[in-house]
T-cell receptor, first 112, second 114 residues
Framework: SQKIEQNSEALNIQEGKTATLTCNYT??????LQWYRQDPGRGPVFLLL?????KEKRKERLKVTFDTTLKQSLFHITASQPADSATYLC???????????FGAGTRLAVHP | DVKVTQSSRYLVKRTGEKVFLECVQD?????MFWYRQDPGLGLRLIYF???????EKGDIPEGYSVSREKKERFSLILESASTNQTSMYLC?????????????FGQGTRLTVV
């Protein structure tokens, strides 16, 4: 069956360190993958998109990698700050009509 | 400023009631989605629509139906609410024409069925 898996356990890190979140998928062949941020009680907000032919994408302190052989994307936040504390979700398109499917998300807590 | 607006932030309904959740977007997007979000299960797709009057089942459509009479509005209907439908419901929209399209979400409706 098709699955998108993210670490269900919360990731706790110290301010200033790099946070790395993992997204693995099975039985999909996505042309691209997206990452969203979700704060408690709010809807997700789009952060980054990476295409299958891109190994790496950066936006300010964010970096995303996409390995179609491993069927994995890694999401990095460098020089993390307490304001980066949130749940981060990966998503990909399944089938036609741009049907968007999400992983369960990983909660990140950055401690001062 | 682009917007997806859900009609209620919080809703409490009784078991057996028919419940309507409304979502409106002002971006002229073709795609609209309804998800529910539960702890540990993430966002699960209930239904989506790629055009007026068109709909496709998501992963968990049982107990739900949808209506899209106008492009900007997508309604989720709980035909007979049950306690296991207590959840956070999120509406989203996106462009169909562009394959590399991001989704825009509403603020969510927290539904409690008692």
């Amino acid at each position: 069956s098709q699955k998108i898996e993210q670490n269900s356990e919360a990731l706790n890190i110290q301010e200033g360190k790099t946070a790395t979140l993992t997204c693995n998928y099975t039985n999909y062949s996505p042309a691209y993958l997206q990452w969203y941020r979700q704060d408690p009680g709010r809807g997700p907000v789009f952060l980054l998109l990476i295409r299958e032919n891109e190994k790496e994408k950066r936006k300010e302190r964010l970096k995303v990698t996409f390995d179609t052989t491993l069927k994995q994307s890694l999401f990095h936040i460098t020089a993390s700050q307490p304001a980066d504390s949130a749940t981060y979700l990966c998503a990909l398109i399944s089938g036609g009509y741009n049907k968007l499917i999400f992983g369960a998300g990983t909660r990140l807590a950055v401690h001062p | 400023d682009v917007k997806v607006t859900q009609s209620s932030r919080y809703l409490v309904k009784r078991t057996g009631e028919k419940v309507f959740l409304e979502c409106v977007q002002d971006m002229d997007h073709e795609n609209m989605f309804w998800y529910r979000q539960d702890p540990g299960l993430g966002l699960r797709l209930i239904y989506f629509s790629y055009d007026v009057k068109m709909k496709e089942k998501g992963d968990i459509p049982e107990g739900y139906s949808v209506s899209r009479e106008k492009k900007e509005r997508f309604s989720l209907i709980l035909e007979s609410a049950s306690t296991n439908q207590t959840s956070m419901y999120l509406c989203a929209s996106s462009l169909l024409a562009r394959t590399e399209t991001e989704a825009f979400f509403g603020q969510g409706t927290r539904l409690t069925v008692v």
